[in-house]
Every structure is written in C-alpha cells, then in structure tokens.
C-alpha cells in the first residue's frame, strides 16, 4: 500500500471561491492509502512546494496527488518539487479542479462532489503507479520548411545559421513568395526587392540550406522529432542540373499568349518560363496546360535552341522522401476572391483592381514598366479611390469575420506613392475605421493625411458603377459629414 | 425618453442593432439616400438609442423602397429595411392617429390615383 499525501490549492479564490477546499481535503483524508491531506492558498508558490516537501520527507511519502490548476500550468513545477524531496517525479498526479471544474461551475456544492472525485481518480491512479526513469529518444537534426516566401526563407536562414541543415519545399518555380510581387514595403518606402532578393540568394548559396523549387509535400508521417516526409518534386521538364538560366528558350517560345502570373494576368509570358529576373533557383519551366509540344507533340522549340540540352519532355514528377526532426508551416496567405462583392465591379471593369495589382502597377517591372495607368485603356488615372475592408469584418458569409490587419497600411502606403508620384491624382480612402497600431504606423497614416493630402472619408463604398464615358462611378456616404 | 419601446421594434423586426460596426455600407448603397432626413445607418443608430418617436415622425421611414440593397450588402448582417418596416407597422398601429380625415380625400384625388386606392384610403382615414 502506497503512503500518499494529498495537496488541495485554492489558487485564491480560483478555486476556492467555487470549492470547498476545507471539505476536499476532509473527504480525501479518508481515502485507502492517504496518510496527509491538507490544503494551502498558492500550492505552487515557494511555501506551497516547501509543503509538499516536507511532507514526503517527514509522512515518508510514497505518492503525491495535486489538486490544482491544469497539468499544463504546473505539472512540471510540482513533479520537480517531488523529486527535489527525493520522491520519483512520476510518483505524482495532478487532479485538475480548477479548469476542469472551478471555472466551469456556479454552484459550490456541485463543484464540490466533483472535485471530490477528482481527487479520489488522482489517487486510485497513484496506487497503481510504479516509479519510472526518464528515456532519451533520438532527434532527427534537420528542420523542413514548408513555404519559400518571406517567412519560410527568414526561417530556413535563422535555422541554417544555428547550424542545422534545413530544406525549404516551394509549390512555385522560385522561393520569395508573395513579397516578390510587391513594390515597396511599409512603414519605410523601402523597395521590396532589395530586401528580398539578398535573402533568395543567401538561400540558394547556404551550405545548410536545400531548396525544392516547385515541389509540394505529399505526405507526413511520424512524430515530433522524427517526421518522415514525402516531397513530390514536380515535373518542370527541364533538367535542372543542366539548366543555366540563360532566358533564351523563354525568348523563342512560339506560345506567346500565357497569363503571367506573376503580373497577376496583366500581361502574358511564354509557355517555357523563368517567373521573373531573380528567381531562385534561376531555372527555365515548361506549363503542360500551354505548351504545345506536351500537349500535341508539335513543336520542341525550346529544345532545339537550348544550348545545354536541359530540356526534357518526358521528364515525370519524383516523389523525394526525407527524414525531419521539426517541420515549420510558412504557408502564407491568399488574397479573397471577390466573386461575391460584385457591387465593386472587378468583374465588370479592368480599372478595378486589387492591392497585389495596384502594386504591379507601380512596379518597375510590372505590366506598365511602374507606370500608374488604368488597365483599360492605358491612361493615366486623375482620381482614385481605395475601398476598404473588402471581405474583412464581414458575419454576413460573404467574407471572413476578422480584419486582416494589415490593409489600413498598405493603403496609406498606396496612397502616399500615388500622391508622390502623381501628384495631380486625387486620392480618397473610404474607411470605416483606422486601424495602425505598430511603431511608426500610425504617424506613416497620417503622413497621408497631412503631409501628402490624401482624403480619408469615413463610410464603406456601397457600389462602382462602370459609365459609359469608360470612367467608374462610386457611390459612398461620409458618415461623418453625414452626406 | 421615447414613449415607445426599442424592445417592440427589435421584437418585430428581428434586427440586433448591436451587431453593427458603424461601416455605413447601407447608406451607400440606399437609392433613397438623398430623399432622407434620417439614413439607413442612422435608423440603425437611433433605434439602439432608443430614439423611436423621433423615427415615427420622420418621413425618411417612408422614403425607403423596401428594395433591401442595405440588408442585401450589410456585412454583418444588421438588415436595416427590416428596422424601417417595423417602424412603419408601428405607426399604423396607432389608435385616432391619422394624418388625414376621410373628408380631406376627395380634395387630394388625381385622375392617376388607382380606384383601389381610393377605396383603400376612405376606408382607412375612416376609422
């Protein structure tokens, strides 16, 4: 028969506000095998923990059951006072009555029973325990990245630089993700690129670092420390050992009408194609949905001007099974669709566009060569007006119910370049509320405001209209004004 | 404070004022808008306010279409129409409150005005 003692916290009036502890600890004394029971406001404070050692060292303790807060809060500040007291840690049991039981009840008699029998399951458990000894379990030492964008390769590099080998798994031809796309980040106006493109390139020559490009993980199997994971290495139908990213297959491709999307389908690229200048890896990739030669076997001009022979038709998809000890997800996001806000237009005009456009649009080598034109008919636009909170904040079905956060920012950002650039364009940003909280953002918002005068409208756009002139038509109220 | 109860035009509307962020989508989307005293928002606003007389009194209750653009485009799904149709049942359900007499009519008539609603009005204003 183990000698137990039994250790009810009140956790304030966590606990005891709901339980009575004074009868908790009454009714476990009667329990088979309990010699001590007692109870203390803070059993995890340094008094509380000097009890329970002294207990077992004076009750010659063989167990120890806490009736306490969850196992996540404390288990291993309680198991460390056990076993500084020469008890085996895995001698002691928590009884969880206060998430599981405090918290969740009104009525103190009910709360009561139940922590009672809590405790009496803690200790019937610490009956049948035997006195165990930590094992070791061998780690696999190298991390899986999955996701090549900014947070995937700020990750891999800060991983590579611990000294651990890391693989990065990217579904696009090259890593850098969505901020390739962008033209200028906030609250600095620095370019975009040049913070990027230096971290691809550190990515691609890190001897730690390993890069599956247009790949995907298929599968992933195992525990933590030792994940067995399936890479499906997609076909490019280019050998990238061969390939040196010369740009002259993407040059003479006959199929010249493919949507790029990089310039989100602003413009076309060629069915053979290197996303843009910097990619990483820098390696030419066939689209099977437009190649003609993959399609109907009529063409193969891509192979006939490839210097290196890198081109392969019949390369097939691999599927690389590798061993991992952590696995961290940077999978990113996805702009909504706007399929259902069709009050807006997007469907209906092309000057109605989304912020990845807008940054596009002024990127220098976006579809306009970083001219702010309208995609219609390639003039220059006198009046813009951003919409706010598209899809966000939205209980109705039609959008997500939180706000992204970060909309507020690239829009003054949007704004500020705009009025910087174009001076002569009016800009209006039709809010519902204003939401910068970070250092410097909200002074970068009202640098729109004061010192480049972009108009800031309180009321959500109700709808753009398409006129006939080609112009769009917007129809808002300013609720503060209220007109 | 008002002599009639937020709670009768909550009841019979269905609406939850309070899931309102104050975006003014309805506003903008209203038809109706620059007829209006008081806008879809402010309809809004008011009945969580409890301002229900001053809604009564106002003709913007009878400005709005029923074309539910607003309860269509609301992204948290407030329904501002509905709030519109329940103050206008309100006022109908007023006892010896008529704006007119029976008698006023025949002055008012136009040869567009349907029989029907000829009809509908005497037997209305003479209760």
Redesign the interface.
């Known amino acids: 028969m183990q000698r137990i003692g039994v250790f009810v916290c009140w956790c304030g009036s966590n606990i005891a506000a709901t339980v009575d502890v004074n009868a908790v600890s009454e009714a476990l004394s009667h329990e088979p095998g309990v010699v001590y029971s007692i109870n203390y406001q803070y059993m995890c404070s340094e008094a509380g923990q000097n009890l329970i050692k002294d207990a077992i060292r004076e009750k010659k303790l063989t167990g120890v059951v806490i009736c306490s807060c969850s196992p996540r809060m404390h288990e291993a500040t309680f198991l460390k006072a056990a076993a500084a007291a020469g008890l085996n840690p895995y001698m002691v049991e928590i009884a969880n009555i206060r998430e599981q039981c405090s918290w969740i009840h009104k009525d103190m008699p009910t709360a009561t029973e139940k922590a009672i029998i809590l405790g009496r399951a803690a200790i019937a458990k610490v009956q049948l325990n035997t006195p165990l000894t930590a094992g070791e379990s061998p780690v696999t030492k190298r991390a899986l990245v999955i996701g090549g964008g900014i947070a995937g390769i700020q990750t891999a590099l800060d991983i590579a630089e611990a000294g651990f080998e890391v693989d990065i798994v990217e579904k696009q031809p090259t890593i850098g993700g969505k901020m390739t796309q962008l033209d200028k980040t906030f609250p600095t106006l620095d370019c975009a690129a040049c913070i990027l493109t230096p971290k691809m390139v550190d990515c691609a020559q890190n001897e730690n670092i390993n890069i599956y490009a247009y790949s995907e993980v298929a599968e992933v199997k195992g525990f933590v420390g030792n994940f067995t994971v399936k890479i499906r290495k997609k076909a490019r139908y280019v050998d990238e050992t061969k390939c040196t990213g010369c740009g002259l297959c993407t040059e003479k491709c006959p199929q010249k009408k493919v949507p790029n999307e990089f310039n989100l389908g602003m413009d076309t690229r060629r069915a053979i194609y290197i996303p843009f200048a910097q990619a990483v890896p820098k390696i030419a990739t066939i689209d099977p949905d437009y190649c003609n030669m993959l399609k109907n076997g009529k063409c193969g001009v891509c192979a006939k001007v490839c210097t290196a022979g890198a081109i392969n038709y019949k390369q097939q998809d691999e599927i690389i099974e590798r061993e991992y000890g952590a696995i961290v997800v940077a999978t990113g996001y996805n702009p909504i669709k706007l399929d259902n806000f069709d009050?807006y237009s997007y469907s209906q005009s092309n000057d109605v566009v989304t912020p990845l456009e807008f940054e596009r649009l002024m990127n220098a080598a976006g579809p306009t060569n970083g001219v702010l034109l309208r995609p219609s008919d390639g003039k220059h636009p006198h009046t813009i007006v951003f919409v706010q909170?598209v899809g966000s904040?939205?209980?109705?079905?039609?959008?997500k119910p939180y706000c992204s956060k970060i909309c507020c920012m690239y829009t003054a950002k949007h704004a500020m370049l705009t009025r910087e650039k174009y001076p002569d364009t009016d800009v209006y940003v039709f809010y519902?509320d204003v939401r910068t909280p970070g250092k410097s953002f909200d002074e970068f918002y009202r640098r729109a405001v004061e010192e480049y005068g972009v108009h800031y409208i309180?009321?959500?756009?109700?709808?753009v209209t398409p006129r006939a002139d080609g112009k769009l038509s917007v129809?808002?109220?300013d609720?503060i004004a209220?007109e | 404070m008002s002599k009639y109860d937020k709670e009768q035009v909550l009841c019979s509307s269905g609406v939850n004022v309070l899931k309102c962020m104050r975006c003014g989508k309805c506003s903008a989307t209203c038809p109706s808008y620059d007829e209006m005293e008081y806008h879809p928002h402010e309809f809004v606003y008011m009945v969580e306010k409890g301002q229900i007389d001053k809604l009564m009194a106002s003709p913007s209750i009878y400005k709005c279409l029923s074309c539910y653009a607003c309860v269509e485009r609301c992204p948290r799904g407030v329904e501002p129409a509905k709030l519109v149709e329940a103050l206008r049942l309100l006022v109908i359900r007023q006892q010896g409150q008529n704006h007119l007499k029976a008698d006023d009519i025949p002055a008012l008539l136009d040869e567009d005005l349907p029989q029907q609603a000829i009809v509908t009005a005497l037997r209305k204003y003479s209760k």
């Open positions: 009050e909170c904040r939205d209980t109705s079905g039609c959008g519902i309180k009321g959500m756009v109700g709808k129809q808002a109220s609720l209220n």
